[in-house]
């Protein structure tokens, strides 16, 4: 399979999770939105080829953990989207630690993975600290951005106010983050930046059709209950 027939699946899937997590209640969601977010982390140092193209193999991850920030705005308010940053800046800082403190472990003479622990997570803390800094601004910009929709728009024009978020908020973290992470880091920063984005442009049309489907079966459930 090529990468970009599997990013297709791949977004495909984060987005469906999240729609899952919506249907489960305030918490699954929050739950997802925090392991998108680790786990971006976590992949972000590996450098794949989309369309001749240097990227990293996380977009679809911080696509979909900005996408699970919306929907939780949208059905279950602000307060419950402020928390759950917060929730998610804990989570991000507990990672950060607990990998570190796990290289710092003396391996036995037999073991054989902590080299690639090793080659894994040492450049955490530099690409932690920056996703951490950009996420949890870029997630309150989301955040106002998104309600001035709501109070601008109610409940009306649901795919255009996500879609406008999205692609504004993605903008603002794929340069932020490029920029205070992986420079020096990966070969062509600018490369990455570009591409980066119109990856998630990509992610982001994937989403769409999902959105419009979500909104109105979710809210026929909610006002059958």
Request: net charge positive.
């Amino acid at each position: 399979m090529t990468n970009e027939f599997i990013f297709v699946i791949h977004s495909s899937l984060l987005s469906l999770f999240v729609l899952i997590a919506l249907f489960l209640g305030k918490e699954a969601l929050v739950a997802l939105i925090c392991l998108y977010g680790v786990l971006a982390n976590l992949f972000v140092t590996k450098q794949i080829l989309f369309f001749s193209f240097d990227a990293t193999a996380s977009d679809a991850f911080t696509v979909a953990a900005i996408l699970g920030l919306n929907m939780l705005q949208e059905f279950f308010g602000a307060a419950a989207s402020k928390r759950a940053i917060w929730i998610n800046f804990l989570c991000l800082g507990a990672y950060t630690v607990a990998s570190q403190l796990h290289l710092w472990y003396t391996p036995h003479v037999l073991d054989y993975t902590h080299g690639h622990f090793c080659a894994l997570l040492t450049v955490m803390p530099r690409i932690a600290l920056a996703s951490i800094s950009v996420f949890l601004f870029v997630q309150y910009i989301d955040r106002a951005l998104y309600g001035l929709m709501q109070r601008q728009f109610g409940s009306r024009y649901f795919l255009m106010r996500n879609s406008i978020a999205l692609i504004l908020c993605q903008l603002l973290d794929t340069v932020l983050f490029s920029l205070l992470g992986l420079w020096g880091i990966v070969e062509h920063v600018w490369h990455i930046i570009i591409i980066s984005y119109a990856v998630k442009l990509l992610a982001i049309s994937i989403t769409s059709p999902w959105l419009m489907l979500v909104n109105r079966f979710y809210k026929r459930s909610s006002e059958r209950q």
